[in-house]
């Protein structure tokens, strides 16, 4: 059963940014194990594992694992890599607990605040995707932590090659497992630019170019969402879909001209703070 897509505005804390969101079981799944949040600061998903007994119980755990965040404007970055050590704690102790475990993937941005500044830190560990579009420009934020992107990177497989991939839904790193660090990126907050977070549900369905497409079509995050949905559900909807838009509509508080270039930013280091790492090339 659809739900709604639902729109979250943040401007009685950051005038410039608005945001909707919206998730759907799809055709062939009689549950939805997908989770999400989007409410400023923080636009993040979670796609659950381990069956209808586990798997929505550990996306939702780990989206309540970042509810504290929720309405401030002074998140640190140590905050969030808190709150994924939180939600890895929670879903390792559910995944002992039942009998065929559960893990979950997390994606997506929360705005930070360093020396007084506002940037997008961009964390991931699984397969769902964080995109940016600004004007005509598409990019993926967030490199998939999977089988099929590990034989992508060592040149065995090609794109083309991947569309029939017999492993493509095989993550390796979610939270709830073992060994598996969040990637961490920063980047400034820029005006006019448009973010989609999601499961794979829809990548998985949906090509980049009729991502982008339907991103340009529709200048509503809520009917943005909307289409996003019913254009997974279109292809197949084989998983629950699950989709997050956030808009930058004019600059944030603060001097954007003085942001220094996106980076990457390694799993928090033994001080709670993320170290900093150089930026991947856009996968």
């Given at each position: 059963m659809r739900e709604a897509p639902t729109t979250n505005e943040a401007r009685h804390v950051e005038p410039g940014l608005s945001a909707a969101a919206g998730t759907d079981v799809g055709r062939h799944r009689r549950a939805n194990e997908d989770s999400y949040l989007a409410q400023f600061p923080v636009y993040i998903v979670a796609d659950g594992m381990g069956?209808?007994?586990?798997?929505?119980?550990?996306?939702?755990?780990?989206?309540?694992?970042?509810?504290?965040?929720?309405?401030?404007?002074?998140?640190?970055?140590?905050?969030?890599?808190?709150?994924?050590?939180?939600?890895?704690?929670?879903?390792?102790a559910l995944s002992d607990r039942t009998r065929r475990g559960a893990g979950s993937t997390l994606t997506g941005v929360v705005q930070v605040r360093h020396e007084g500044e506002p940037y997008w830190l961009v964390v991931n560990v699984g397969d769902s995707r964080v995109y940016r579009v600004v004007g005509t420009r598409f990019e993926r934020l967030t490199i998939d932590h999977s089988y099929l992107q590990e034989q992508l990177d060592a040149g065995l497989l090609t794109q083309d090659e991947a569309e029939d991939f017999e492993h493509k839904n095989v993550i390796t790193r979610a939270v709830g497992a073992p060994d598996s660090p969040a990637d961490y990126w920063v980047r400034p907050v820029e005006p006019g630019e448009r973010l989609l977070i999601c499961s794979d549900g829809l990548h998985g369905e949906v090509p980049d170019d009729a991502l982008l497409e339907v991103l340009a079509a529709y200048p509503d995050p809520a009917s943005a969402v909307e289409r996003l949905i019913d254009l997974a559900l279109e292809h197949g909807g084989h998983d629950n879909v699950t989709a997050v838009v956030v808009d930058v509509e004019a600059p944030p508080a603060g001097r954007l001209s003085d942001a220094p270039p996106a980076g990457r930013l390694s799993e928090a280091n033994g001080d709670g703070d993320p170290a900093e790492d150089p930026a991947p090339d856009s996968a």
């Open positions: 069956g209808h007994d586990a798997g929505d119980v550990a996306s939702a755990a780990v989206v309540r694992a970042f509810s504290g965040l929720v309405g401030r404007d002074d998140v640190r970055p140590d905050e969030v890599a808190t709150a994924v050590h939180r939600a890895h704690l929670t879903v390792t």
